[in-house]
């Protein structure tokens, strides 16, 4: 019986935590890779000013999706929004605006969302400024779409384009 009830109870938190997180998924192009979590809208507020009821505040540090960080990796050495970058896999955060977002990559890999950030911040590698992009339609999950010229970001009609060169 105590059998019966443990691997009962342990089934139910593996269940809970597996539905818990959002689905881990990847934005491959030639040159870059996106991998994160990919939260969905569910009627939500996603982005707006401190003291609002959206999920995610302007001017403040963000993983960019959900359970721990997203990853970006360069194939090959190249150029991110004009700077130069080494191939290699960062953490990716963004500091999302109305009129600009801040992407940052950061050297520490699988951290915990956003919150080991500030203890890390040290290992930023690069750290660029792109203008906010509106998109004419809704996107009800958060995506990354990586192109031959572009890293592009969308959740709702809201995001940003970072270009790249290789």
């Keep these: 019986m105590k059998?019966?009830?443990?691997?009962?109870?342990?089934?139910?938190?593996?269940?809970?935590?597996?539905?818990?997180?959002?689905?881990?998924v990847t934005a491959e192009g030639k040159n870059v890779s996106v991998a994160y979590g990919q939260p969905s809208k569910k009627g939500r507020v996603?982005?707006?000013?401190?003291?609002?009821?959206?999920?995610e505040k302007y001017d403040k540090i963000w993983r960019t999706g959900a359970?721990?960080?997203t990853e970006i990796t360069f194939k090959k050495d190249?150029?991110?929004a004009g700077k130069s970058v080494k191939a290699g896999t960062y953490s990716l955060f963004t500091i999302p605006?109305?009129?600009?977002?801040?992407?940052i990559l950061n050297s520490v890999l699988?951290?915990?969302?956003?919150?080991?950030?500030?203890?890390n911040k040290g290992k930023?590698?690069?750290?660029?400024?792109?203008?906010?992009k509106k998109y004419p339609t809704s996107e009800e999950k958060l995506t990354f779409?990586?192109?031959?010229?572009s890293v592009d970001f969308q959740w709702d009609k809201e995001g940003f384009s970072v270009p790249v060169k290789f």
């Excluded at 059998?3 to 881990?24: E, G, H």
């Excluded at 930023?124 to 906010?132: N, S």
């Excluded at 779409?145 to 010229?149: L, Q």
């Design 110 to 119: 699988e951290q915990s969302g956003a919150y080991d950030y500030e203890k």
């Design 3 to 24: 059998t019966t009830f443990l691997a009962l109870f342990v089934s139910l938190i593996a269940l809970t935590t597996a539905c818990a997180q959002s689905p881990r």
């Design 78 to 80: 190249g150029m991110f």
């Design 145 to 149: 779409m990586v192109k031959d010229n």
């Design 97 to 103: 605006g109305e009129k600009e977002w801040s992407i």
């Design 67 to 69: 359970n721990k960080s």
């Design 46 to 55: 996603l982005f707006g000013k401190e003291g609002s009821e959206s999920l």
């Design 124 to 132: 930023d590698v690069l750290k660029v400024t792109v203008p906010a």
